[in-house]
């Protein structure tokens, strides 16, 4: 089972963006998401076509289970 803790964001543009981080730990809070995301929109480093992140919308754990197939080529 992989794990993804996916950071959403409102941008000056009216549109959301997502942060994507791989194996967030197991005992994260939701306070700790919430400073997290308050420095990141403070730093301003990331700013995309949509224009700088300006709100948090959310945050969710998203689970993925990955079966990998052994595929002979030629």
Do not use: C, H, W, Y
């Not at 409102?10 to 998401?33: E, F, H, Q, R, Y």
């Not at 990141?40 to 998203?62: D, H």
């Amino acid at each position: 089972m992989t794990q993804v803790l996916e950071l959403q964001f409102a941008t000056t543009d009216g549109k959301t963006t997502t942060l994507s981080i791989d194996a967030p730990k197991p005992n994260i809070t939701v306070t700790d998401i919430q400073q997290a995301m308050t420095t990141i929109m403070a730093k301003n480093v990331f700013t995309g076509q949509s224009g700088a992140l300006s709100a948090i919308k959310g945050a969710r754990i998203v689970d993925r289970q990955v079966t990998e197939f052994e595929v002979v080529t030629e």
